[in-house]
């Protein structure tokens, strides 16, 4: 099984281009998050979806958007990259009805730059 | 809303130590799940444990352990015998059940450095 597998693993980006983080999870999950990580603040919650076709709106998720076509997959889109969106991107999954909650299973990160 | 506090920022100590990392949390839910997770310097969250908020037994798995108590709304995590691959940073997380069943979200505290120096 990979779990959850995020691409790419490393990107740079220019202020003002856009671009789209892909997480693919085969563990059958509900439930997919996307998380920002930064110095001294954890793990902060961006956009999360409960099933195929949901989003929801987590801590931060100002500058960022999210579709769930699949159930299997997470997308994550920066429409205009800003310098403060510099950070490293986790996408987890959760959650298999009728069993119990598990906790959560991480990708290994996105690292990104914007310039 | 839930909160995580985790007031240390960086632990050092000399390998073979003991060592404990605090986890305090809010929620005004009496369902919820605590975890423990590790972030070694590769970057990836490695899982070491969760709990729920009706089992308030302590937790042994080899050099670590476990505490949690409700009273005063802790969960802290004791690694015997550091070594330093033990060396990471670690971080508690709270996470509530939502209607559907599942989580809609780990809130995780601010991490703590923890460094083994050999």
Redesign the interface.
Same mark, same amino acid.
């Given at each position: 099984n990979a779990g959850v597998t995020q691409t790419p693993k490393f990107r740079v980006l220019k202020t003002g281009q856009s671009m789209t983080l892909l997480c693919a999870q085969d563990m059958n999950h509900e439930y997919m998050y996307w998380y920002r990580q930064d110095p001294g603040m954890g793990l902060r919650l961006i956009h999360y979806s409960v099933g195929e076709g949901t989003t929801a709106k987590g801590e931060v998720p100002d500058g960022y958007n999210v579709s769930r076509l699949k159930k299997q997959n997470f997308l994550l889109g920066l429409e205009s990259a800003a310098p403060s969106q510099t950070s490293v991107y986790f996408c987890a999954s959760s959650y298999t009805p009728g069993q119990k909650l598990l906790g959560a299973f991480f990708g290994q990160g996105t690292r990104l730059t914007v310039v | 809303a839930q909160k995580v506090t985790q007031a240390q920022?960086e632990i050092s100590v000399v390998e073979k130590e003991d060592v404990t990392l605090d986890c305090v949390y809010e929620t005004r839910d009496t369902t919820y799940?605590l975890?423990w997770?590790k972030q070694p310097p590769s970057?990836?969250?490695v899982?070491l444990i969760?709990r729920n908020s009706f089992d308030e037994q302590n937790e042994i798995s080899g050099r670590y352990s476990w505490n949690f108590q409700k009273s005063t709304s802790s969960f802290n995590f004791t690694i015997t015998a550091s070594q330093v691959v033990d060396s990471a940073v670690y971080?508690c +997380?709270l996470?509530v059940?939502?209607s559907? $069943?599942? +989580?809609?979200?780990?809130?995780?505290?601010? $991490?703590t450095h923890l460094i083994i120096q050999p």
């Open positions: - | 920022t799940y975890f997770y970057g990836e969250l899982f969760r971080f +997380a996470s059940e939502d559907g $069943g599942g +989580a809609d979200g780990l809130t995780f505290g601010k $991490g």
